[in-house]
C-alpha cells in the first residue's frame, strides 16, 4: 500500500507544470554599476546615447539631467515564494551608491533619487520599487551632448560678413587636451572650405573655456586648443599660416551661464574672428 502511494506521488509531482525561469528581453543587460536583486529578470530595457529625464529632489521639485540614458524594468521570477519587499529594494540600491561615496537625493515609500560620482562621472539614478518585488532603473551619466551638425561654410561666411565672427560648435578635445578629436574633422574641413571660398580673408581662431580648473590653465589650454585647429588647417588643408591668427580667450568671453552642464559646454568653443 505505502509503494503504491509512493508511486502515485511520484507520478503526480512528475506531471505537475514545471515554471520555466524567465529570461531577459533580448538585447537588455544590466547597467555596469548595478548588478540585480537576486531571482529577478530584464523584463524590458531602453538606453540612448543622450537624452534627458527629470529626477525628483524633492516635493515638488525636480531636476533636468541630460546624458546617457538607460531605463531597465526588472520582474521577479514567477517561482519564488518570497518576493523582496519595497523597502527591501531601496534600500539595497540606497547602500550600494553610499558604498561608492554617493547620497540619497530624495526618498518616499516607493521611490528614490540618488547621485554618485564614478570614475569623473555624475550619475544620477531613480529607483522605483513595486509590492510585487519588480523595480525600476532610470539612469542618466551627465555629459553634454555630441554636437552632430556643423554649420556649413555659405552660412558661416554670411555671419562673418554681418557680425565679424562665428562660434564653430563640432570641434572635440578631451578635457584638459589640445589635441583635435578625429570627429572634429567635419568642422574643420568647414572652416577649410570658407577659407578656400576667399582668398583674401583672414582670420583670428580664438579658442574659449567653461569656467572649470584655474584660469592661467584655461588661458594656456584655450591657446592651445586655437593652436591646433590652426595647425590642422595649415597642415591638412593647406592654408596659408599667413592668413590664421591663434588666439586663446579662456572663460573670458562665456556665452551662457558656467551654472549648468549645457551652459558649460556652450562655452567651451571655438570662434573665427574677421581680421
Not at 71 to 87: M, R
Not at 149 to 168: C, E, P, Q, R, Y
Request: aromatic content about 8%.
Amino acid at each position: 500500500m505505502k509503494r503504491t502511494v509512493c508511486i502515485l506521488l511520484g507520478i503526480l509531482l512528475f506531471t505537475l507544470p514545471i515554471v520555466a525561469q524567465q529570461k531577459d528581453d533580448k538585447g537588455c543587460t544590466d547597467h555596469p554599476l548595478f548588478t540585480r536583486m537576486p531571482d529577478s529578470w530584464i523584463h524590458h530595457c531602453a538606453q540612448k546615447e543622450f537624452d534627458a529625464y527629470a529626477f525628483t529632489i524633492g516635493n515638488g521639485k525636480t531636476a533636468q539631467v541630460e546624458g546617457q540614458y538607460w531605463k531597465i524594468a526588472y520582474y521577479p521570477q514567477a517561482a519564488i515564494k518570497s518576493k523582496p519587499s519595497e523597502l527591501q529594494i531601496l534600500r539595497n540600491f540606497e547602500n550600494a551608491v553610499k558604498g561608492l561615496g554617493g547620497a540619497v537625493l530624495f526618498s518616499d515609500k516607493s521611490k528614490e533619487t540618488l547621485r554618485l560620482t564614478k570614475d569623473g562621472k555624475e550619475v544620477w539614478v531613480e529607483v522605483s520599487a513595486s509590492f510585487t518585488g519588480g523595480y525600476g532603473l532610470t539612469i542618466v551619466e551627465k555629459k553634454a551632448m555630441t554636437q552632430d551638425i556643423v554649420a556649413n561654410a555659405d552660412a558661416w561666411s554670411n555671419d562673418l560678413k554681418t557680425s565679424g565672427h562665428i562660434a564653430v560648435y563640432g570641434i572635440y578635445f578631451d578635457t584638459g587636451k589640445s589635441e583635435i578629436k578625429p570627429e572634429s574633422e567635419q568642422a574643420i574641413g568647414e572652416i577649410a572650405k570658407l577659407l578656400k571660398s576667399d582668398a583674401g580673408l583672414k582670420v583670428h581662431v580664438v579658442g574659449h573655456t567653461d569656467n572649470v580648473g584655474g584660469l592661467d590653465a584655461n588661458m594656456k589650454l584655450s591657446r592651445d586648443r586655437a593652436d591646433a585647429v590652426v595647425q590642422a588647417l595649415i597642415r591638412n588643408h593647406g592654408i596659408v599660416a599667413s592668413r590664421l591668427n591663434a588666439y586663446g580667450d579662456g572663460p573670458y568671453a562665456p556665452v551662457a551661464s558656467n551654472d549648468t552642464e549645457e551652459g558649460r559646454a556652450k562655452n567651451r568653443r571655438v570662434e573665427l574672428v574677421k581680421q
